[in-house]
Antibody, heavy 118, light 106 residues
């Protein structure tokens, strides 16, 4: 079964940094674009970042541009999100999601929780 | 930008339920629907406005094009109580989701 497993979440102080990882299995990771999507407590889904299969096209939501960096290692079947200058409003569950053409998100991980608190 | 109505819906098992998603500009049929159960990850239900994903029960259906879209559950089942999100796939980035419609038991 195609699977995505996020890790790396935790509690961090405002201004701090954190690196999230997403491990893919049972599909050809290098053939798909990938996304990070987050959900603040009690709120809806917010797309955060996109990377295409070869890392040649990257997009960010305005809310994280300049602070977050998406990357991937196709040899390790892994997706990453380096988060810096974290703010209280970055507190959320962060999901990685596979993208099909048009960026239809058809496989999702269970999420990892990031809490920004002093 | 996407809007959904209603934002909250109370219904009984067996009810027919319709959720509407409206786009601020025409997006052809480039719309998807996702289901999210409490504490769970989103699940893709429908792509291209009306294409049911493999394994999704046939009581779910999607219609629409341009700026107005609907997700209908023909006979609500206990496992359908969840929050439903639409997502536009035409103008990106950002890959915008709608604000969600929470369906709960009456």
């Amino acid at each position: 079964e195609e699977q995505l497993v996020e890790s790396g979440g935790g509690m961090v102080q405002p201004g701090g940094s954190l690196r999230l990882s997403c491990a893919a299995s049972e599909f050809i990771f290098s053939g798909y674009s990938m996304n990070w999507v987050r959900q603040a407590p009690g709120k809806g889904l917010e797309w955060v970042s996109y990377i295409n299969s070869g890392s040649g096209t990257i997009h960010y939501a305005d809310s994280v541009k300049g602070r977050f960096t998406i990357s991937r290692d196709n040899a390790k079947n892994s997706l990453y999100l380096q988060m810096s200058r974290l703010r209280f409003d970055d507190t959320a569950v962060y999901y990685c999601a596979r993208g099909r053409p048009g960026n239809l998100m058809d496989v999702w991980g269970k999420g990892t929780t990031v809490t920004v608190s002093s | 930008q996407l809007t959904q109505s209603p934002s909250f819906l109370s219904a009984s098992v067996g009810d027919r339920v319709t959720i509407t998603c409206r786009a601020s500009q025409g997006i052809n049929s480039d719309l998807a629907w996702y289901q999210q159960k409490p504490g769970g990850a989103p699940k893709l239900l429908i792509s291209a406005a009306s294409t049911l994903q493999s394994g999704v029960p046939s009581r779910f259906s999607g219609r629409g094009s341009g700026t107005e879209f609907t997700l209908t559950i023909s006979s609500l089942q206990p496992e359908d109580f969840a929050t439903y999100y639409c997502q536009q796939l035409t103008t990106y980035p950002p890959f915008t989701f709608g604000p969600g419609t929470k369906v709960h038991i009456k």
